[in-house]
């Protein structure tokens, strides 16, 4: 059974900051990783999405890596602004479609 | 090209009554999942469906709820004698129809479902 475990749950820090965010999950065996941003009482954005023959993905700010073996994918957030506050999720999925969700980590960017 | 629709928004119960939880997909998408988020917690497989089948409900309690998506109309999950328990965020996501994991998983906004 897939579990998908993300580290710190909660993170502060000041505006311009470089920072990571941290997942891990069980099962090597996943299709794609994604990560997703919810802001409070809303529903999830994508962010990056990294299939498992790629080993990371690049969108403005952001970089995802995946790291198969070892069960990691982290999120890399350069430059980081107080809009940038929100709780991001990442989910692994397998290719019957299951998604399994992190718990989140909750990024607050001072201003 | 409307995103994933779900209604209503907000949808408040009394303990024993019936909770309909309603989700439109992508235009052209055909697959629907649904998903569960408690506070403070992740997002939480339910069921997963396409027209007229239920493809995996592995995440669907045994009782009280179900989720159907007819050949017209949105994707309905139901929830029977609704408990304060219940009370949670429903998230529904919609898939284009070619399948496999290629697909992203586009979501809706959300139900908040609040159990009095």
């Known amino acids: 059974k897939q579990e998908v475990t993300q580290i710190p749950a909660a993170l502060s820090v000041p505006e311009g900051e470089n920072l990571v965010l941290n997942c891990s999950f069980t099962?090597?065996?996943?299709?794609?990783l994604q990560w997703f941003r919810q802001d409070p009482g809303k529903g999830l954005t994508s962010l990056l999405l990294?299939?498992?023959?790629?080993r990371e993905q690049t969108s403005g700010r952001l970089n995802a890596s995946l790291d198969k073996s070892s069960g990691r994918s982290t999120l890399y957030i350069a430059a980081s602004q107080p809009g940038d506050s929100a709780t991001y999720l990442c989910?692994?999925?397998?290719?019957?479609?299951?998604?399994?969700f992190g718990a989140g980590t909750r990024l607050t960017v001072k201003p | 090209n409307a995103g994933v629709m779900q209604n209503p928004r907000h949808l408040v119960r009394r303990r024993g009554q019936e909770a309909r939880l309603r989700c439109s997909p992508m235009?052209?998408?055909?697959?629907v999942y649904w998903y569960r988020q408690l506070p403070e917690e992740g997002l939480k497989f339910m069921v997963y469906?396409?027209?007229?089948?239920?493809?995996?409900e592995s995440g669907m309690p045994k009782e009280r709820f179900s989720a159907e998506f007819p050949k017209e109309g949105p994707s309905i999950l139901r929830i029977q004698q609704v408990v304060r328990g219940d009370s949670a965020a429903y998230f529904c996501?919609?898939?284009?129809?070619?399948?496999?994991?290629?697909?992203?998983?586009?979501f809706g906004p959300g139900t908040r479902l609040t159990v009095l």
């Open positions: 989910a692994a999925r397998r290719a019957n479609n299951d998604m399994r």
């Open positions: 099962d090597s065996a996943i299709y794609n």
């Open positions: 469906l396409q027209k007229e089948n239920i493809i995996d």
């Open positions: 996501a919609s898939s284009p129809p070619k399948g496999g994991g290629e697909d992203t998983q586009y």
């Open positions: 235009k052209g998408h055909s697959h």
């Open positions: 990294i299939q498992s023959s790629q």
